[in-house]
Each structure stands twice: as structure tokens, then as C-alpha cells.
């Protein structure tokens, strides 16, 4: 009796994953709020988030590196995000709060990273944006196109896998 409900489960969920990937979701970022900074990052890109914890500090390190962290078994250095877009770092670790969360980069991207963000906003699709237009400000490649959310806040797509081969974010000291 016992194999056989194990045997309709399996054959349950192995349907469910099939369905699931034969499906496209129209979810396609993580919105995450970073400073002043409104970001979306793709999902394929990201990987898991964990609730705040303080990195160990690393002697000489850029301002934006918030040290390094073990998650989950994982070695992994912590960044500042909004202190590496530019902001004031000095009170980076001190702002951190309940609300605060790190997200890891994907596997795929092989790079042992986790992202200090303010918040989580949520998963975000495309049709829940319009694409600004007009002249944007220089930006690295690594920062994309800019949307606007119905309720007016511009948000800009943040490609992880370039920021992951950005020569300034793997020079940490």
C-alpha cells in the first residue's frame, strides 16, 4: 500500500515539473530596492536569498565589499549593491536591517556572490512595465533599459551575468 501512494506521488509530481516547464511564466525579475536604487534582476540570473546576516570584514577591501559569508556551505563575498552603485557605504553594515536580504547569484554564473539589498519587492513581468524612452544617462553594459511601473517608479534591469565579468566588481581589494 505504502509503495504504491509513493509510486502515485512520484508520477504526480514528476507531472507537475513537466507541466511547469512546458509552461513559460510571464515572471521574469526579481525586484529588489537597493539605496535609492529600484532594480530588476533576472530570475535566471539569481540565485537564493537568505535573510541578512553581517559578513567578516576583509582588511583593505573596497568600501563596497561587505566581507565575506558562509551560505549554506558556500564561501561567498557579500556587496553592497547600492554602495558599489555609488552611494554613501560608511553606514552600509549599520543600515542593514530586518527588511535587508542577500541575494546569491545563480550557479550558472560560477561566481561566489551575494548582493546586500535594502529590500525584495517582488517578482515583476514585463507586461506590468512600459520601456522609457528619450536619452538615458551613460551606463556600464551591465545596467540595461529602464521601465516605469504603472504607479510611475522607474526601475532598471540589472544583467547579473555581465556584472558578474565586470573587471571593478571582481577587484575587491
Not at 500500500?1 to 525579475?29: C, H, N, V, Y
Not at 553594515?93 to 542577500?102: E, F, N, V
Amino acid at each position: 500500500m505504502a509503495k504504491s501512494s509513493l509510486i502515485e506521488f512520484q508520477s504526480r509530481l514528476a507531472a507537475r515539473l513537466q507541466g511547469a516547464q512546458q509552461t513559460r511564466s510571464e515572471s521574469r525579475w526579481l525586484a529588489v530596492v537597493a539605496g535609492s536604487h529600484h532594480l530588476l534582476l533576472p530570475l535566471g540570473q539569481s540565485g537564493e536569498i537568505s535573510s541578512w546576516e553581517a559578513p567578516t570584514p576583509l582588511p583593505h577591501a573596497q568600501p563596497w565589499f561587505a566581507g565575506l559569508l558562509n551560505l549554506r556551505g558556500v564561501l561567498c563575498g557579500v556587496v553592497d549593491l547600492a554602495g558599489f552603485l555609488g552611494e554613501a557605504t560608511s553606514d552600509a553594515l549599520s543600515r542593514a536591517g530586518a527588511h535587508s536580504r542577500l541575494v546569491q547569484f545563480s550557479p550558472r554564473l560560477e561566481i561566489n556572490c551575494a548582493l546586500l539589498v535594502d529590500q525584495l519587492a517582488g517578482l515583476r513581468m514585463p507586461s506590468q512595465f512600459t520601456p522609457e524612452t528619450g536619452a538615458a544617462a551613460p551606463a556600464p553594459p551591465w545596467l540595461g533599459a529602464q521601465q516605469r511601473d504603472a504607479g510611475g517608479q522607474v526601475w532598471r534591469e540589472l544583467n547579473l551575468a555581465l556584472l558578474a565579468q565586470d573587471r571593478r566588481f571582481l577587484q575587491v581589494a
